[in-house]
Every structure is written in structure tokens, then in C-alpha cells.
């Protein structure tokens, strides 16, 4: 099972940028998706969450401007970022709970992290 995230880049202050992340391989089911961004030198910190039935939590600091989603049928999430400022600067990882075939539990799988560079 593979996480693969897109999108990042530079962008001016005020601008917008899409993630998304595609799960591939083979499993059962994907369960709550989310995203976490992190600064060099500090720790990892939850950005959104999604589950299954669509329920999203946000941290503070994007409340209002991201939006998760999720494309069930594409196994596939994303992340609109809009007003994006210095702040928002950060490696961006997006990961899931997936259950893998044979009904074992479900675990965490990462993406291998997209960068996001906002100018000032």
C-alpha cells in the first residue's frame, strides 16, 4: 500500500494550492484520511481530518481557509488551501487507516510528503 502526494510549490501570499493523495495498492477499505504539515525542527502537526462519512476536523490555525475531502471510489483526498500566508510554509503528509485484506486491523500509512513554500 502506497500513499502518493501531489501539489505543493510556491505560492504567493493570499494564493491558493490543491493536495491531493492517492492510495494504491491492495486493501479493504480506507478509513479516516487526514493531513499533518510539518516545519523543519518542529514536531508534526495535524492540519485536517475526514472520515469515512464525510465528518472533518481542522486545526485552529487553517480553520475557515482548508477544506478536506475525500473521492471514496478514487481512494484519493485533498486539501484546498485557500489565503495561504508565511505560516502556512510546511512539508505537508498526508496519511490514512487502512485495512488490508483478510480482516486484519486497521493501520497508518504516510505519503512521502509534498512541500509548500508561501512568499511573503
Known amino acids: 500500500v502506497q500513499l502518493q502526494a501531489s501539489g505543493g510549490g510556491l505560492v504567493q501570499s493570499g494564493g491558493s494550492l490543491r493536495l491531493s493523495c492517492a492510495a494504491s495498492?491492495?486493501?479493504?477499505?480506507?478509513?479516516?484520511l487526514g493531513w499533518d504539515r510539518q516545519v523543519s525542527g518542529n514536531a508534526r502537526e495535524l492540519v485536517a481530518r475526514?472520515?469515512?462519512?464525510?465528518?472533518?476536523v481542522y486545526s485552529d490555525s487553517v480553520k475557515g481557509r482548508f477544506t478536506i475531502s475525500r473521492d471514496n471510489a478514487q481512494s484519493t483526498a485533498y486539501l484546498q488551501m485557500n489565503k495561504l500566508g508565511p505560516e502556512d510554509t510546511a512539508v505537508y503528509y498526508c496519511?490514512?487507516?487502512?485495512?488490508?485484506?483478510?480482516?486484519?486491523?486497521?493501520?497508518?500509512?504516510w505519503g512521502q510528503g509534498t512541500q509548500v513554500t508561501v512568499s511573503s
Open positions: 475526514i472520515t469515512t462519512g464525510g465528518a472533518t
Open positions: 496519511n490514512a487507516g487502512i485495512r488490508l485484506r483478510g480482516g486484519r486491523p486497521y493501520y497508518t500509512y
Open positions: 495498492g491492495s486493501f479493504d477499505h480506507i478509513g479516516t
